[in-house]
């Protein structure tokens, strides 16, 4: 039994057929590993059935918490959220499609004894073929621009300690927000560690990132995510420089 406490948050949106498996799967780790945790749903905008499947697991379970919003504010503001509402030791968070496997958690909780940050690396990314292109092309750029060497900047599988949040201000509302904090904790000092995790193929659900049917080579990132994310390097390049 490790003897810290832990928050586990998960950004989601329309995940009706992923997020009682997510939570599931979770929980069954955080019960064998930690003596006390909490696990925050931050629904950004769902308009399906989430939200009612993780009211009924509320109703049984205590540790876990929803966090909705009215409206889709952007990944970014998610992450924000769940940053500000996590009360433990370590913050730890993931997306609720079931690309990652929790149990891969063993991997980065020995680092955070050297460090304050553990950022994983996809080891073998399964998304379309265009997606991994434009999310390497973004990686980088990240890099360049902001002289930060993590090798997959957007991965979704992060533990922290609490005490990062209390020196950094976050304001990206969409998918810069894992460059930013990356950037921010830098530029404050704290240890960044990486280490390798293993990714699986999106099984069920759809993603907003993407324009048409996520099984097909060239299912392009949506140019409003492109176009929201360079323009918050615009906005925020004082800020991240």
């Known amino acids: 039994m490790i003897n810290k406490s832990i928050s586990v948050f998960l950004p989601t949106f329309n995940e009706q057929e992923n997020i009682k498996n997510c939570i599931t799967s979770i929980k069954k780790y955080l019960n064998k590993n930690f003596m006390d945790y909490e ?60 690309q ?47 002289n930060i060497q993590i090798r ?21 509302n969409t998918g810069l927000i894992d460059a930013e904090v990356l950037i921010k904790a830098k530029k404050k000092g704290f240890k960044i560690g990486q280490i390798g995790v293993p990714h699986y193929p999106r099984l069920k659900g759809t993603t907003t990132y993407e324009i048409g049917n996520r099984n097909k080579i060239f299912a392009f990132v949506r140019p409003q995510v492109i176009f929201g994310v360079l323009a918050e390097i615009k906005n925020l390049w004082s800020d991240l420089r």
């Open 100 to 146: 990652f496997n929790i149990e891969s958690m063993d991997l980065l909780l020995p680092l955070i004894k050297t460090y304050d940050l553990i950022s994983g690396f996809r080891i073998k990314r399964e998304d379309p073929l265009m997606r991994i292109f434009i999310g390497n092309v973004y990686n980088l750029i990240i890099r360049m621009l902001f």
């Open 39 to 98: 696990i925050l749903i931050i629904s950004d905008g769902s308009n399906d059935d989430t939200e009612k499947i993780v009211n009924e697991i509320i109703a049984r379970d205590s540790h876990v918490k929803l966090f909705a919003r009215n409206k889709k504010l952007g990944y970014g503001a998610a992450l924000r959220s769940g940053f500000a509402h996590s009360t433990k030791e370590l913050i730890f968070y993931t997306d609720s499609d079931n």
């Open 152 to 172: 997959d900047i957007d991965c979704s599988f992060k533990l922290f300690k609490k005490k990062v949040f209390k020196d950094i201000t976050l304001k990206s």
